[in-house]
């Protein structure tokens, strides 16, 4: 029973790392009594645990025959000195175990060793602690430890007494804190332990023992007795009880104990916790026969003792320990139910009872166990079913009947009944099980439960009667497929089938269920997922024909299956073709067709989940192109691969648009990269200019990722492409030029152009300057050495004025380049040349020279804020002090900044890159002998450099990239060979913590959270514990940091963090050599004026940073305790800047003790006071500080609250600790009364959790009696009054009856004084708000509502309070307080139904003064058309009020009155959002027009365009459109579809045409001419900038609208009667491939013709379905697919090719396709967010282009030309064209003045002119 319990060591260390113990130590008094020889010594001295197991083996070895008397006694004083578990006890206990010949004198040296240590006699408990501990080891697994302890078992005994008479006489004092009577308790259970171990092994001394046994007793007796004490020691007591009740009499006495007969434990049986670990122990001690065998009285004691223990059970069901403490027991005569024999029946229907009322238990513990109790019945149960006795199966299935699906106890149930009894016979008895189980997954609370359930049915039924041979498998098939249809989790119905139909007959079994899916579009995933199943089962080996798949499914549904609307069925589409059992098995060519095909819808994916599947299935694609190549080539024509190969990378770069978007760019590079990393022998692959230069223009990327994909595929191609020109330039000149641009993307393009140099052009960049043959890395030489001069230049610049620099020197730009290159060097090529040396010299130089430029900036104060033109130190050149850029805009103080600080980034992570990599001074080289590249000078200086950066700047991105370079310099110096560089970085913490312990110093930032410091320390003990796996200095650093951050705490003194700054080997901190190695900062000053309470708040920061950091998680978990209390003292500093420190330090903290931050992220209060148990007593005390009368107020109250709120009682909690949450309870309660409203409300909160559930109930009503109390002070009734609403807002799932109930409304009865009072001279409006919601919250939590009595009393005041003009002059809260009570009336309202009178209570709050009352009405109203957003209850009475209202109270015109005469927006917005939903949008269509005409606030925008929407549509419905006012209407529409409308106005849009798409082109709208073509442009318009939209659903939506319009015939989607079309006029795709190609493809010349089929770019125009299936229900594609159907419905129409006109050349308003700006100011803060849009304008205008020429003969400029400038359509041109119309009008007449045009303008001319 013991052994259940769960302990938890504090500390969180990693028992198997050494690193989590400190070496062995011990006391120099026991050291004098061993004759210790050299090794003794060593070991003794050992700083390390890895050193002193060195010499430990290095003893045993010397002594493999013998040992000596010394050695054994040092071998014994070591065992007993080291630790639990720590690697030398363990290290000693092996050695003995497995060397017979010292276990003997081991024994007994350990023996004496044992009797002297219990001859002492300590009159305190804390002086027995360490002996019982060292004892306790000597029992645990250590057969030499038995031994001795067999030997002093009498002294031991009496010692052990002793011990417990201290411990008992102790708690009698009750003047211990919480945690002094936990380290009590814990010392009490280790010698009742012993006790127990004695008393059971004892031999030779038994009377002597039986002697002691009166007095044992006496004192278990009264810890037994102790409320206080955990159950699991008292369990122990139990055992030592009937242990010691055994040995007095014999083995057959446990009886006396169930018959209660025994003298000595009358008393005993008497108290429930006691007569519990009795009977406990019984079942654990005695063995199973004898319970089943012997009987008490006339009934077998298996059956007393179950009824006793239930029994107990019962009485303290309000208890957690003890109800857990009955489950354990309960689980363990569970256990013998197979012993049990004719009782077998009686204990499974007495079990019974107690498992179905404890399945759902609130404590996870119970339930588990209960479970391990059911599963144990259910096992025997099957027994006795196989035996011929069905009736426990059948009382357990007739159970099950009873027990609601929707709990998880039917679950487990069903799951243990299917293991015992298979599925067939559960199947039998539930025909509809799987079904039902099944469409329970969609149910978060019984999800992991149903589908454990659903696997093990699976696994059960295979090969049965119900399983996959049989019905059952149909039955599986059937769910799975209508589940399917519905849920996403396609997966998981994928592993159920997978199990299921495990042994069907594969392909044959589901054949007709594909077949029959196949007439539904909508069961297209469910088709996939069983073919998915089938294929992984490799029961699909079919050969595959031209028109079906594997002879299964037709190619034509596949291709359906990739545009499906639902992310699944796609996904699906593509595994099934992608994924195959074998990796080698060949893809056919209409598989690869499909892929294609796959990939020209899918490549714009927008959403990163789907994108990232799709890419990992195309990796394997490849993957098995490559493998299934090799075989193939070896047995067959091999031609149609590479040609595949070649279509795909045509459509690759086809996809390598300007503006096309991120998804497209990135997975078409994505797939080149692995396509061109192909291995196919024989086949080489075709390059083409256009090719070329459009992966060069993709270096210029917005997106890293991209230039990386871009530069991998580039470096695959032929070095002569490069020899060519094309626009993106790579001459070194226009390079460098990019390099020195202000924006950052620049100057990563410049930076991989420059590594595209360096592989594929090193003749070009030779030739550029003269240079050694024999020079090693000679291309980076020159690149570098080009890029170092261009730097000193623009250092210069600078020089003279940082405001120039940030013109037209930024430099940050060729350090970027310089860092790159240099991460590519051969570090041992150029070790040995002294030009290399030379050059890193002048780099380093550079640098630093750089950093010394722009430190002015960053090193100021407030860099964010300062102009140049105010820091004189920087700005030398005074006529720079007004530059402007060039376009006469100013150089702000912005700019400046970030030229600096990146500049500062960029050389920090430069020094880094080149410490890190290259030869260093005293290594004797890293490639060659004795070559160096840095010399140790150099490297001090790189040092000194980072430390004065991270201590004096300011600015945070410029210490962050700091930070990482100097955790790279610091890797490099903790594995450098040279020991004066090697020890470096150690000197450098002490020198740290000596200048932070010194006080004031000008050079350490104290505000900014002391800005690089903390990055400073961190980066040094980080890299030290990553590279040499040392802890130490990490160690001393916490240990010493937390000593100076609590120096003048109270709180803190006496905390065990160490009190020296001493490490281990006897150095202190701060001891530096003085030579000018060590780290410079600055001197400190004298400590007289606050500099103490800044090294307080460097020390908090700084602790804060190491808290934080992931890789420091168990390395300073032992300090998290010592933390938590500094940060909770450091609440009541005198200083800010020590207050600002500890909250930040607590935050931390916070995440480390509980995780993440998140909503769920808590712990229970038992684990937490386990692993920090200080906290408790500390809690504790500062609660009662801030309960304390005449105390100022502690803000340190503010973090012991929240940490309690995020605590919540265990199920184990008084077992292993007595420390209870229940103890902060009232404490908690009494905060309550504190004068500050947020120390009241973080009560309330924290309150919540620590109220267990039983306990509900009980403290809900005593909150309510001190509530009813009318002399209470307000801010404790207010407080009061905040905790009863929290605790009702988290109810918990509990029955109450009906007494219950009524007590709780005598009791809010009473408390009704509270209302009464807001009526008074002196009302508190605050407190009436919160009582008002504690009982709307109370109707609302109990079933019964509040009596009559009280509605009667409390309905005339609510109504006063609302409606009566308030006597007080105080006012404040008055609003907040109104709209509660209009909740809490209307609730009562609805109770009563009365309507009349909630028809007179609408219209007085429609007319109220106060808008709050008014808006609540109003939205309550909205709640009835269900428009709330569920944040208002929807209330019956108000719906069946409406009527009247419309009819008998001027409800319209109330609401007309406040939208025309509101002065609040909120309540504007409110009743336009009623009006809609009445006959009277006539009257406001006027006013929706002016107000989106013009700008007005975005909130209210979307509200009256539903108005105006709601008005066309009713017009459309009606076929009454006006032609005088519906062009303007759809003008006003269109207006709303942009991008910079927020998504609820575009939404209202995009819901406008599902409803009306049709209708707007069926009815005749009275329009003609121009007017008739402006509005069928217009409405065309808007659905493609929604199909553009940004917004998933939206686009999606739209699609729907297109495929499934009444306008698109069903030929339209079926029928191939279109010609495929190009996407880009550059890729000839119609034709051919050459001779001369197909040799390149295929490595070799056909004799005759070409035998390469026709293909086609898969980017085509493509508007047929392909597929002879008719379809039925609605058909649901991508956007990208519908968009081929709406050019297919344009078409159709009569000015079809002038409606593609516009589109092609349609305005989005959007600058995303723009190119920049060379004197754009912003463009310095480019962050690539404008770039990461969905929208595609080029793609359409490609698509709209390719339409044109389908139903145009010859669509020539000039055929455009004449469109664009016809009177019919020049105004629909103008107005819906704006730029990109002036744009194509120039390109036409070759008079392009414009300097920008869209990039989509361009390519339709392109296309039409080369027509």
Known sequence: MNGLSLRISGGGSKIKNPLGFEPVSVPQDVIKNIDANELHENFFNSQSVDNQLSILKTIVNNNVDAYDVQTIKFFVIVYLHAEAKHPVKSFLSRCVTKNKSIEDPFSKALSLEIESMVKENPTDHKSYIDTVSKIATCVENFPAGAIAIKNVELFLAVYLFNCLSCCVETLRSNNLSPTEKNELFNLVHLTLRLLLYLVQKVHHNKEAMIKLFPNIRSSVKEILFDDE???????????????????????????????????????????????????????????????????????????????????????????????????????????????????????????????????????????????????????????????????????????????????????????????????????????????????????????????????????????????????????????????????????????????????????????????????????????????????????????????????????????????????????????????????????????????????????????????????????????????????????????????????????????????????????????????????????????????????????????????????????????????????????????????????????????????????????????????????????????????????????????????????DAPMYGLLHCLRYLVQGLDAGAIS????????????????????????????????????????????????????????????????????????????????????????????????????????????????????????????????????????????RLWRCRSPELHELPKRWLEELLEVIEAGHNDKLCATRRSAGLPYMIQALVITELKVTGSSKGLTRCMRQLLRLAASGTEDYRGSAVGSGTEDNSGNTFGSGTGDNSGISVGSGTEDKSGSRAETRAHCSNILRALYRDAALDDAVAPFVADGLVLAVSGFDADTWLERNAATLLFSALCGRAFGAARPRTRMTGRIFFLRYPKMADFMLNKLNEANQSGVLVRQSVYPVLLLLARLYPSALEGTVSNIKLSTFVPRVVRCGASALLRVRELAARAAVPLVPPLLYISHLESMLKILGDRNIKRNYCHGITLQILKQLEAKPDIHTDEQTQRNLSRLVLESSWVVRQTLSEVPCYLITDDYVKMLDLFICRFPSPLNTEFIKEIKPLLHDILFEKPTSIVRSGREMCLSSVVKLYTRILNIHNDVPETCVFVQKCLKHDAYEVTLVIMNYLLSVHEESGGEYEKMPILENCLPHLRRDYDYVELLCDILENGRYLECKQTALKLLNFEDSQAKIVQANFDYLRQEHNEKMTHVYLKSLTNFVSKKLRDNC??????????????????????????????????????????????????????????????????????????????????????????????????TDYRFDKTFDTERKCTDDEMSIVTGRRSPGTSSCTDYKLDTSFDTDNKCGTSYEGRVEVIPSRAVEYLMKLIGKSDDGVKILCVLALLDFKSEVSMYDEVDDEWRVFDTNERYNIFSEEIVLTATCARALQQYCDKPNCDYINQIIIDPVYVDTFENLCDQNLVAFKSLISKNNNSTVINPKVTLLFEEILCN
């Open 229 to 807: 004490a955990p159950m699991d020691t008292k369990s122990v007591c139990g055992l030592l009880l009937v242990g010691m009740h055994l040995l007095e009499n014999d083995e057959d006495s446990w009886v006396d104990l169930l018959s209660e007969s025994v003298s000595n434990l009358q008393d005993m049986l008497s108290n429930d916790s006691a007569k519990l670990s009795l009977y406990s122990a019984i079942v654990t001690v005695v063995p199973v026969n004898q319970l089943h065998t012997k009987t008490v009285g006339n009934e077998v004691a298996v059956c007393v003792l179950l009824d006793n223990i239930m029994a107990v059970g019962e009485r303290m069901s309000a208890h957690s320990t003890f109800t857990l403490s009955v489950t354990r027991s309960l689980v363990q005569i569970s256990k013998s139910l197979d012993k049990a024999k004719d009782l077998g029946l009686t204990l499974i229907d007495r079990l019974l009872v107690f498992v179905w009322s404890h399945l759902e238990h609130y404590m996870d513990s119970v339930r588990h166990l209960t479970a391990q109790m059911l599963n144990n019945i259910v096992k025997y149960s099957a027994a006795l079913k196989k035996q011929g006795d069905d009736t426990a199966v059948n009382n357990i299935f007739t159970a099950l009947n009873t027990l609601d699906r929707h709990q998880k106890s039917f679950y487990l149930t069903l799951t243990a009944l299917t293991n015992e009894l298979g599925a067939s016979y559960v199947m039998e008895v539930f025909p509809d099980i799987v079904d039902d189980v099944m469409c329970m997954l969609d149910v978060q609370a019984v999800q992991a439960s149903a589908r454990t359930c659903l696997s093990a049915l699976a696994r059960a039924g295979r090969g049965g009667a119900g399983g996959a041979a049989g019905a059952g498998a149909h039955a599986w098939v059937r769910a799975a497929l209508r589940h399917a249809a519905r849920s996403p989790a396609v997966r998981a119905l994928e592993e159920l089938l997978a199990l299921a139909l495990a042994d069907a007959r594969g392909l044959d079994f589901v054949l007709p269920y594909i077949k029959q899916s196949t007439q539904n579009a909508s069961d297209l995933k469910c088709v996939l997922l069983l073919l998915s199943v089938v294929r992984k089962s490799r029961g699909l080996d079919q050969p595959d024909t031209d028109e079906m798949w594997k002879g299964v499914l037709s190619y034509d549904v596949l291709e359906n299956a990739a545009v499906d609307a639902t992310d699944e069925t796609r996904i699906l589409s593509l595994s099934l073709i992608v994924e195959s059992p074998k990796t080698t098995e060949v893809f056919t060519e209409r598989e690869l067709d499909f892929v294609l095909h796959f990939l020209k819808y899918n490549c714009n994916a927008q959403a990163p989940h789907f994108r990232q599947l799709m890419l990992s299935l195309l990796k394997k694609f490849v993957k098995r192109l490559e493998d299934s190549y090799k075989a193939l080539k070896r047995t067959s024509n091999i031609d149609y691969y590479p040609q595949f190969v070649e279509k795909l990378r045509e459509q690759c770069f086809s996809n390598l648009l300007r503006g096309a978007n991120y998804s497209r760019r990135l997975v078409a590079l994505q797939t080149l990269s692995w396509i061109d990393g192909l291995a196919l022998d024989g086949y080489q692959r075709i390059w083409k200019d256009l090719y070329v230069e459009r992966l060069l223009a993709h270096l210029e990327d917005s997106y890293e990722n991209n230039k990386i994909l871009a530069l991998d595929v580039l470096d695959k191609c032929p070095k002569d492409m490069f020899q060519r020109e094309y626009a993106t330039s790579l001459k070194m000149a226009d390079i460098l030029a990019e390099a020195s641009s202000v924006k950052p993307t620049d100057c990563t393009s410049a930076a991989y152009k420059l590594l595209l140099l360096k592989q594929r052009c090193p003749e070009y960049v030779i030739a550029l300057e003269p240079c050694k043959k024999e020079q090693p890395e000679r291309v980076s030489y020159i690149l570098m050495g080009r890029l170092v001069s261009q730097l000193d230049v623009q250092l210069a610049t600078c020089g003279r004025s940082v405001v120039r620099a940030a013109r």
């Open 1521 to 1618: 459109l006006e032609s005088d006012t519906i062009l303007e209407e759809i003008r006003t529409i269109y207006g709303c579809v942009f991008s910079d409308k927020n998504e609820e106005t575009r939404g209202v849009v995009v819901e406008f045409l599902e409803g009306c798409f049709d209708s707007l082109f069926t009815l005749n709208v009275g329009l003609k001419g121009k007017d008739l073509f402006e509005y069928r442009a217009t409405v065309w318009a808007m659905l493609v900038i929604l199909l553009e939209d940004d917004e998933q659903t939206y686009r999606q939506r739209i699609s729907n609208v297109i495929t499934n319009s009444a306008l698109l015939d069903t030929s339209d989607r079926q029928t191939d009667n279109t």
């Open 832 to 971: 040995s040349d002294g030009d290399w040396t030379e050059l890193i010299r002048r780099i380093i130089s550079v640098c630093l020279s750089v950093n010394s430029a722009v430190s002015g900036v960053v090193n100021n104060s407030s860099p964010e804020g300062h102009l140049p033109m105010d820091m004189g130190n920087v700005v030398t050149d005074h006529n720079m002090a007004n530059a402007c850029l060039q376009d006469g805009r100013p150089v702000t103080a912005q700019m400046v900044l970030l030229c600096a600080w990146r500049s500062v980034k960029e050389v920090s992570l430069l020094l880094g890159a080149l410490t890190s990599r290259l030869a260093i001074e005293g290594e004797g080289g890293a490639g060659g002998a004795g070559g160096v590249t840095l010399g140790a000078a150099r490297v001090r200086a790189v040092g000194a450099h980072f430390a004065a950066l991270l201590a004096e700047t300011k600015h945070r991105g410029a210490f962050e990239q700091a930070y990482v370079g100097f955790t790279m310099f610091l890797t």
